[in-house]
C-alpha cells in the first residue's frame, strides 16, 4: 500500500490482490486451514483519506459507486462490522490512545469478491493511523496487529508486490516479480463467504507446491506460470456458487494461457499475454454479462 501526507490529512491508496496459486495443505486444531498461496498486488485501487478528529471520535464514510458497477450496489458496512473500523478500535484498544480520526473511503475494489479489499483496506488504516496518531509502532508490532484481524492483512501491510504466504496466509516471504502479469478480471453478481468456502474444501492433491509455482515466475516465461495456476478453493466455490462454473465455463472458451479463481471467490481471472491480449480478451468475457469485467496488471 502507498501513503502520502497532505497537510493535516494522510491518504492511501490500498491495492486488490489476485492469487495465482493457492494450495490447501489441510485442517489445523484451531479451526483455520494451513495454506500456502502465492499472491500479487495488482493496480486495482481503493482509496483512503485519514483525518484527525479532536473529539476523539471515530468515524467513517464511503462512496461505493466505483465498485461493482454492473453487479449493484453491495452496501460498505460503516460501522463496527468493517475491517477499517475494526483496525482503528484494535489500535486504540492496544496502545491506549484516545485520539479519533476521521475516514473517507472511495471503494473501487469490489467486495465478497477473492480480491483482498476489505483486508487492503485494514492495512491501509493500521498503517496510517499508526502515522497520525504519532504511535511509533515497529513494523513488527504492526504486523503482528494485522494478523489478529485477518489472514491476508499482513501481505498488504507488508506492499510486497508478490509473496510467498504460509501458515494461514499471515507468514510473508516478499517476491519480486520479474515478469509484467497481464490479468482479465471477472466479478460475477453474486459473493462468497469465505468461511463458508473454507469449510467445503479438500486438501489439494497436486504434486508441486509454492516454490514450483514461483520456480516458473521466476522463469520469465509465462505459459511455465500458467501451467502451474492452482487454487484448491475453486471447487468447492463451484459446489457452492453456479457463477464461478459459468465464468470457468466462459473463460474456457477464450485463448488465456490459463484461467483460475482468486481466493475464496467469487472472482475470476485470466491471465494474458500482454495488455493489449487482456483488453481484446476483456471485451468478448464483457459481452457474456456475467458481472463486472476489468483489466489488471501486477504492479511494477
Ligand atoms: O482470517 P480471515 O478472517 O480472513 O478468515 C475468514 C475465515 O476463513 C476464517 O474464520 C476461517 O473460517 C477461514 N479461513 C481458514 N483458513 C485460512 C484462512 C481463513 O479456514 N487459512
Known amino acids: 500500500m502507498l501513503l502520502r501526507r497532505e497537510e493535516a490529512f494522510i491518504v492511501a491508496a ?30 486495482l485501487y481503493d482509496t483512503l483519506r485519514f483525518s484527525p478528529d479532536s473529539s476523539g471520535s471515530l468515524s467513517l464514510r464511503c462512496d461505493d459507486s466505483g465498485a461493482n458497477q454492473e453487479t ?9 462490522d468493517n475491517l477499517i473500523v ?8 492496544e496502545t491506549g490512545v484516545t485520539s479519533g480520526a476521521r475516514i ?45 484481524l485477518g489472514s491476508d492483512i499482513p501481505f498488504f ?9 504460509r501458515g494461514r496466509g499471515e507468514q510473508i516471504e516478499p517476491l519480486s516479480l520479474p515478469l509484467s502479469l497481464h490479468f482479465v478480471v471477472a466479478r460475477p453478481k453474486s459473493g462468497l463467504s469465505t468461511a463458508d468456502v473454507y469449510r467445503h474444501c479438500r486438501p489439494a492433491s497436486i504434486p508441486w507446491s509454492a516454490d514450483d509455482f514461483v520456480e ?17 478453493l475453486q471447487e468447492p466455490a463451484e459446489r457452492l456458487n453456479a457463477d464461478v462454473v459459468n465464468l470457468r465455463n466462459v473463460f474456457s472458451t477464450q485463448p488465456f494461457l490459463g484461467h483460475q479463481m482468486s481466493g475464496s471467490g467469487t472472482s475470476y481471472f485470466g491471465l494474458c499475454a500482454t495488455r493489449r ?12 454479462r456475467l458481472g463486472d469485467v476489468f483489466i489488471a496488471s501486477s504492479r511494477p
Not at 475494526?86 to 484498544?93: K, P, Q, V
Not at 522463469?219 to 500458467?226: K, Q
Not at 487482456?278 to 464483457?286: G, K, M, Q
Open 216 to 232: 516458473a515466475l521466476k522463469s520469465w516465461r509465462l505459459r511455465p506460470v500458467a501451467g502451474r495456476l492452482h487454487n484448491s
Open 72 to 80: 449493484g450496489s453491495r452496501a460498505v458496512p460503516e460501522g463496527g
Open 86 to 93: 475494526r483496525a482503528a478500535e484494535l489500535l486504540r484498544r
Open 104 to 148: 473517507e473511503l472511495w471503494k473501487r475494489i469490489p467486495m465478497a469478491a477473492g480480491l483482498g479489499g476489505g483486508s487492503s483496506d485494514a492495512a491501509a488504516t493500521l498503517a496510517a493511523l499508526n502515522l497520525l496518531w504519532n504511535l511509533n509502532l515497529s513494523s513488527g508490532e504492526l504486523q503482528s496487529l494485522a494478523a489478529r
Open 157 to 165: 501491510l507488508s506492499s510486497a508486490v508478490g509473496a510467498i504466504c
Open 14 to 43: 490500498a491495492p486488490a490482490k489476485l492469487n495465482l496459486f493457492l494450495k490447501v495443505l489441510g485442517k489445523r486444531a484451531d479451526g483455520y486451514h494451513e495454506l500456502e498461496t502465492v499472491m500479487v498486488s495488482v493496480d
Open 277 to 288: 491480449h487482456a483488453h481484446r480478451l476483456a471485451a468478448r468475457i464483457r459481452a457474456h
